[in-house]
């Protein structure tokens, strides 16, 4: 069975950071496909960061490029660093993983993710 839990989300003002946690408990066999998703009032939840250890790969979104990187510890926790935040980054952002082959179009895609964190709420001031 497979949990994620997330974990360092809060306020902060804009231009500062925060880095919040993906607690991975559990395991499927197969190429782990784990990242990052966001959602606001009204918007479709989207994809910040995703990282595919069976192609090696990680991708970010345009918007967060050179501000945000997702990173994966020995403790199998994984980890997004954001800086330089500005108010539209205010999001609930949602740990998401499964394991098997996917293409690279799917990785970025909600849809394309069976387990799921509950979320953790940031909020960016200007």
């Known amino acids: 069975q497979v949990k994620l839990e997330e974990s360092g989300g809060g306020s902060v003002q804009a231009g500062g950071s925060l880095r919040i946690s993906c607690a991975v408990f559990?395991?499927?066999?197969?190429?782990?496909?784990i990242g990052w998703f966001r959602e606001t009032p009204g918007k479709e939840r989207e994809y910040v960061a995703v990282?595919?250890?069976?192609?090696?790969?990680t991708w970010y979104a345009d918007f967060v490029k050179g501000r945000f990187t997702i990173s994966r510890a020995r403790n199998l926790t994984v980890y997004l660093q954001m800086d330089k935040l500005a108010p539209e980054d205010t999001a609930m952002y949602y740990c998401?993983?499964?394991?098997?082959?996917?293409?690279?179009?799917?990785?970025?895609?909600?849809?394309?993710?069976?387990?799921w964190g509950q979320g953790t709420r940031v909020t960016i001031s200007s």
């Open positions: 559990g395991s499927v066999f197969g190429s782990e496909c």
């Open positions: 998401a993983a499964d394991w098997g082959t996917m293409t690279a179009e799917q990785a970025l895609q909600s849809g394309a993710f069976f387990y």
């Open positions: 990282r595919y250890d069976g192609p090696g790969e």
